[in-house]
Each structure stands twice: as structure tokens, then as C-alpha cells.
């Protein structure tokens, strides 16, 4: 039986999928490492790392700072390459960066001379997609991130939370089979990374993306997540994984069951020592 997660609903219409396409986004990770080498120095970043990302599940990987958690996510990106192994996708291996593969950064990556919805069709723009396709694929996530009355805005006039809700608009505008997070939420204050969590989830279940998240935050990521890998440091590797056996729906009062504040416990004892 697969670990309860967050429900999933129909999507409804929408403008950036055909009806038929087949939606996957299965990760799988076999053997990976990553070793940083000079004339002088010698520094393992990844132990050999196997993982698999089943398709639209929601998996967050927890970890010290310096565990390899961003380099790991950078190689499934193809923004950096492994020293061996190999990163999957639905079978084919990723060899460089692609569509099918959305990133959000822990910056707001935005074009400060861009209005919202261009940001949002900027993607889009690039693959030659028409003017009408465009709009109507920004409209779409524009109600999605709950943002249509800042359409024509600017980024400078957009608060964090919601800069960085048109950054997971802009991704997902290309209709990606995976969503990587880097931290999205980290710059973030304490209630509007709240909201932003239970907006994700909303998201998740509208879009059927697989999303593979990283985070320093324990709660965000029992909250989150399906699955929680805890990566240890020097060199980079997997401890353990955990099954999130949680409400499929995450409303705030999930924080305060048992078995959330339990798994809460066994993850901070596991990452202090």
C-alpha cells in the first residue's frame, strides 16, 4: 500500500496539457556519486546515492547543511553531472537541463522587467507557443497561485510570498513531469511559509507533478511530503527514508496529531546525532 499523502482531485480544464498526454515523472537514482577533485584536494560530495521517485509523488530529502542535498537535486535537474551513476526519467537519463523539469530556487528568480504573466508565459514564449495558448496558459495559473489581480504587476511590487508563487506558476507553465525545490520557502517568514506549504499541496493536487523538495525544516517536511529521505554528511548519503502515515488531507491540525509530532521527534533525533 502506497504512504498516504495529500489527496489527489481531478485538474479540471487545462489550457498547457492535451487530454490524452500521458502524465509520468518517475525518478530513479542508481549508484550516484559526486567527487570534487583539484591537483591538491579530493572531496567525496555524494556517497553512492540510490533513490526512486515513484510518478506524482511528493518526496522531500532532510539533511545537515553540507549532506549534498543541492548537489544531489542539481544533477537530477541536469545543472550539474555526476562523477558516476546515473538520474532516470521515466526511463530516459538526463543528460543537461529540460522541460520536463521544472526548478524553483530558494531566490526569487523572477525578470524584474516582466509583468507577472509574462514571467508566468516566458517559458511558453520560448517553445514558440502562440499568443492566445500563451494567455490562456497564464490565465490558468494565474487562478491557480491565486494571483489574477496582479497579472500585469512587477515583481518589485510583489511581496516574497507572492513572488514566489509566480516562480512556481513560471515552472509549471511548461508543463513539467517533475518539480524540484530547493528550499523555496526558506527566505520566507514564519506565517506566509505557512500558507505557501498548504498553497503547494493545493497545487500538487491540481497539477499531478511529481515534486522532489528540499528543505532544513523537519515540520515543513513531515507536513509536505509522502516520503522523507534524511540524508547524513561527509560524505553525502541516505540514512533512512520514512513513510509519512498522515491524513491524506494536510489541513494545520494535522500538525498536532500524534503521529506527526512523533515523526517530528524521530527525525530531529535522527539529524542531531
Known amino acids: 500500500m502506497p504512504p498516504a499523502g495529500p489527496a489527489r482531485t481531478a485538474a479540471g480544464t487545462d489550457p498547457g496539457r492535451d487530454a490524452g ?22 572531496f567525496e560530495a555524494l556517497a553512492p546515492i ?10 522531500t530529502i ?16 541536469g545543472l550539474d553531472e555526476p562523477t558516476d551513476g546515473s538520474v532516470l526519467l521515466d526511463g530516459e537519463e538526463v543528460v543537461g537541463p529540460g522541460a520536463e523539469r521544472g526548478m524553483v530556487f530558494q531566490g526569487y528568480t523572477l525578470f524584474p522587467w516582466l509583468t507577472v504573466r ?25 487562478k491557480v497561485i491565486k494571483l489574477e489581480s496582479f497579472a500585469n504587476a512587477y515583481p518589485k511590487q510583489l511581496s ?10 513560471r515552472a509549471l507553465a511548461n508543463r513539467p513531469k517533475v518539480l524540484l525545490m530547493d528550499e523555496p520557502f526558506g527566505a520566507l517568514d514564519a506565517q506566509t511559509k505557512l500558507e505557501m506549504q498548504e498553497l503547494l499541496l493545493e497545487v500538487w493536487e491540481k497539477e499531478k507533478t511529481t515534486v522532489l523538495f528540499i528543505t532544513h525544516d523537519i515540520e ?17 548519503r541516505i540514512l533512512k527514508t520514512f513513510d509519512v502515515a498522515l491524513p ?26
Open 160 to 169: 516574497g510570498g507572492m513572488k514566489q508563487r509566480v516562480a512556481i506558476a
Open 50 to 59: 540510490d533513490l526512486t521517485v515513484g510518478a506524482n509523488a511528493f518526496v
Open 220 to 236: 515543513e517536511a513531515v507536513f509536505l511530503s509522502q516520503r522523507i529521505v534524511v540524508m547524513g554528511a561527509h560524505p553525502g
Open 62 to 77: 532532510v539533511g545537515p547543511s553540507g549532506c549534498g542535498k543541492s548537489t544531489l537535486l542539481r544533477i537530477v535537474a
Open 21 to 42: 498526454a500521458k502524465q509520468a515523472g518517475e525518478i530513479a537514482v542508481t549508484g550516484l556519486t559526486k567527487v570534487y577533485e583539484t591537483k591538491k584536494s579530493r
Open 118 to 142: 509574462e514571467n508566468i508565459e516566458y517559458g511558453p514564449k520560448l517553445k514558440g507557443v502562440s499568443t492566445l495558448e500563451r494567455r490562456a496558459i497564464s490565465s490558468h495559473y494565474l
Open 248 to 273: 491524506a488531507r494536510r489541513t494545520p491540525e494535522v500538525r498536532e496529531l500524534p503521529g506527526f509530532l512523533a515523526l517530528k521527534r524521530e527525525l530531529g533525533a535522527l539529524l542531531k546525532h
